[in-house]
Every structure is written in C-alpha cells, then in structure tokens.
C-alpha cells in the first residue's frame, strides 16, 4: 500500500500570483485531482494559508506545492522530493524617463 510518507511533495517554482492560480486551476480541472494535495505559497496569502505547506496530504494524496522562487531560500519543507522549476523569475526595473517601477517576466 502507498503511504503519504513514501510519496512525497512537488514544489512547483512559478513567476508570480497569476501563474500560480492558473496552474492551480488547470490541476483542479484534471483528471487526477482526486490524487492530489494542491497548496498555493504567496506573500499576499495569510499566515494561516501559507502554514498549509507544513501540513501533510490527505490519505494516499501526492502534495503539489505552487510557489515563486522566493520559496526557494526562506523556507525548508521537509517532505518535498521533487522540484520542477521553470528557471524564470520576474525582474524589477525602473524607468528612469517615466519615474515608473515595474516587474519584467
């Protein structure tokens, strides 16, 4: 029988709050959704939301984690097994000649 235990989590890195919902929505439509944990890791989230990392899946269910890369090096999640990172972050600039700020994908 398949444990929580032997299972293990996947910490999906993604560029920002849109592409972590996308994502999200996009697994809870699939077919295996019944097979999965899905947890969603944000700044904007609250403190009880983001806590959800920490918890184990339910019985036979795999825990996806969607997160942006500032995951990466502020927290450790102890059953995660597998990392699938996109290799792309969002980069601020400034635009001097319009005095704006702005994140480039």
């Known amino acids: ?8 989590a996947v910490l999906v890195f993604l560029t920002g709050w849109d592409d ?15 097979e999965l944990t899905v947890v969603a890791l944000h700044g904007m989230l609250g403190t009880e939301k983001q806590r959800q990392v920490f918890r184990p899946p339910s019985k036979g269910c795999r825990k996806v984690i969607l997160a942006t890369n500032i995951a990466e090096s502020s927290i450790t999640i102890d059953d995660v097994v597998y990392v699938i990172d996109l290799c792309m972050h969002k980069e601020k600039t400034y635009d001097a000649e319009s005095n704006v700020a702005c994140l480039m994908p």
């Open 20 to 34: 972590i919902k996308n994502v999200n929505m996009e697994i809870q439509k699939s077919s295996i959704i019944d």
């Open 1 to 8: 029988e398949t444990t929580n235990a032997n299972l293990g």
